[in-house]
């Protein structure tokens, strides 16, 4: 995870993405996708983790065998939409720790303000992987990377489905410790700030809440 941006170009990525995108894809149907796409963006974030080995019994014999070093990983959900990516993980990554952070934007002054938060102990030893389906002016992103190292979490890596250029300037300027993974980097921000081409309101088509 050296570079601060990763797009993931996996063809299944892809595929699932534009299925995704469709406007015509059923609530069902995008919730499942973004379940199945998850995971995928979750092998790429999760690449470089560290392993330690420890001496197991194989039917056959004794070995040192590869295994995760350290504290369980810490997955953090960005409320709402951030859940969607979080479920799919979870599958991958059963015992890792959970955490929420809720935001919402001040219609005056368009800024983030916070109205839950609720993380792991222990950040500073765990890598911390936050999720958020879009990364769009990036301000509550980088709110959330805030709260979370002023709990203590020292290695971060933010992983979201897609991606405006401006959300991810913004994040480098404010974060650029934290490496992003996306499955895409869209063209801008449309002037009521979401992602163009994009998908709608991520967390809008994955509960039917239009």
């Known amino acids: 995870?050296?570079?601060?941006?990763?797009?993931?170009?996996?063809?299944?990525?892809?595929?699932?993405?534009?299925?995704m995108r469709r406007k015509e894809t059923a609530t069902s149907v995008f919730r499942q996708l973004l379940r199945e796409i998850s995971l995928l963006l979750?092998?790429?974030v999760t690449?470089?983790?560290?392993?330690?080995?420890?001496?197991?019994?194989?039917?056959?014999?004794p070995m040192d065998a590869p295994v995760l070093m350290g504290k369980k990983l810490a997955l953090v959900s960005i409320l709402r939409a951030g859940n969607g990516l979080l479920d799919g993980?979870?599958?991958?990554?059963?015992?890792?720790r959970v955490g929420f952070v809720g935001l919402y934007r001040d219609?005056?002054?368009?800024?983030?303000?916070?109205?839950y938060f609720k993380v792991p102990e222990a950040l500073d030893e765990r890598v911390t992987i936050v999720v958020d389906p879009m990364?769009?002016?990036?301000?509550s992103s980088v709110a959330a990377v805030d709260l979370l190292k002023k709990a203590?979490?020292?290695?971060?890596?933010?992983?979201?489905?897609?991606?405006?250029?401006?959300?991810?300037?913004?994040?480098?300027e404010a974060h650029p410790d934290v490496p992003i993974v996306t499955a895409s980097v869209d063209s801008r921000l449309n002037e009521k700030g979401y992602i163009v081409p994009g998908l709608g309101d991520a967390g809008d088509r994955m509960y039917g809440t239009k």
């Open 47 to 61: 690449r470089e983790l560290e392993l330690t080995t420890e001496r197991i019994e194989t039917p056959l014999e």
């Open 152 to 172: 203590g979490a020292r290695n971060i890596r933010f992983l979201c489905l897609l991606a405006a250029p401006e959300g991810v300037a913004r994040m480098k």
């Open 107 to 115: 219609e005056a002054t368009l800024k983030p303000v916070q109205y």
């Open 89 to 96: 993980i979870l599958e991958l990554i059963p015992q890792a």
């Open 1 to 19: 995870m050296s570079e601060h941006l990763t797009v993931v170009d996996h063809p299944l990525v892809q595929h699932k993405l534009t299925l």
């Open 42 to 44: 979750a092998y790429e």
């Open 135 to 139: 990364l769009a002016t990036g301000n």
